[in-house]
């Protein structure tokens, strides 16, 4: 069952607003036809590393930049159709209603938070971030976990393919119960699946356990700092986890992996794969969605 165009949808008023903030910039006059880095980009934006990788995918998708060889270019479509001086730009009509809602966007692409903005999701003891606030964490763990519950099976599937004899799997930073239930069940040698999370995700996952009544006999809840340390297993799943830290916040989970994983162990890192092109309509949702 694909629910792609569903997920698209939410992700329309987005491609929207990247559109207007992107003649908001000039940037299809300032580019012209340069062929830049991602880093010259960046630097030339004043964006976050997060914002630029985010930013530059979705605007790939939206076909204003392509990218090859490690540099970005702006298509020939963009450039005839949003840029200055030309007859065939759109730009006048398709920049009308840009105000605050730009500005804004920018504020957070550069990084400009208000002194007392508050990250998502941060490091054990490391300060308040909104996962704190429990009515806010409740609606975001509840919502990312009814993703999870319709990719889990197939996830499990693919597990299942390189490591059937696997007897202990640990899912870090699973956030819900479904990847390591779906896991049990595709895995018959599995004996035992550590959940790993921080205590304010950690009492989600207790919660749709409840609720499911889900059988906890071969579940460990390990609520800790991934960052810290992690359990021993033979495989490791990090799903929808990368783009949430920064590449050497990563490299630190990736590196208390190492140091504790069986010799022949694996680890499984599940995320969106971007298209940058496609062959229908479908597949450009899809595109739209994971950008």
Not at 11 to 36: M, N, P, W, Y
Not at 263 to 277: A, Q, R
Request: charge should be negative; include cysteine.
């Amino acid at each position: 069952m694909d629910a792609g165009k569903f997920y698209a949808f939410l992700r329309f008023e987005e491609a929207s607003l990247a559109l207007r903030t992107v003649l908001h910039l000039g940037l299809i006059d300032q580019l012209g036809k340069q062929t830049v880095s991602h880093d010259e980009l960046r630097e030339t934006l004043g964006w976050t590393e997060q914002s630029a990788r985010t930013m530059f995918a979705l605007l790939q998708v939206m076909e204003i930049l392509e990218h090859d060889a490690g540099h970005y270019r702006v298509t020939e479509l963009a450039a005839n159709c949003l840029g200055d001086g030309i007859p065939t730009s759109r730009k006048p009509y398709l920049a009308m209603g840009s105000g605050d809602d730009v500005d804004g966007l920018l504020q957070v692409l550069r990084g400009d938070f208000a002194d007392d903005a508050l990250p998502l999701y941060g490091e054990e003891n490391a300060g308040e971030t909104v996962m704190d606030h429990v009515d806010v964490a409740r609606e975001i763990a509840f919502g990312l976990a009814s993703r999870a519950r319709n990719f889990a099976a197939p996830l499990a599937a693919a597990v299942a393919q390189v490591a059937p004899g696997a007897k202990t799997l640990a899912d870090i930073g699973a956030g819900s119960p479904y990847v390591a239930h779906a896991c049990l069940q595709a895995l018959p040698q599995l004996q035992t699946v550590c959940l790993v999370d921080r205590a304010n995700g950690m009492q989600f996952v207790h919660e749709m356990i409840d609720q499911q009544q889900l059988d906890t006999g071969q579940l460990d809840f390990h609520e800790g700092d991934f960052f810290a340390a992690l359990p021993a297993a033979e495989i490791y799943v990090l799903s929808n986890t990368a783009h949430d830290w920064k590449p050497e916040e990563y490299t630190r989970i990736a590196d208390n992996i190492r140091k504790v994983m069986d010799p022949n162990g694996l680890v499984c890192i599940h995320e969106p794969l971007l298209l940058t092109s496609w062959n229908s309509d479908a597949e450009w949702m899809r595109a739209l969605w994971m950008a």
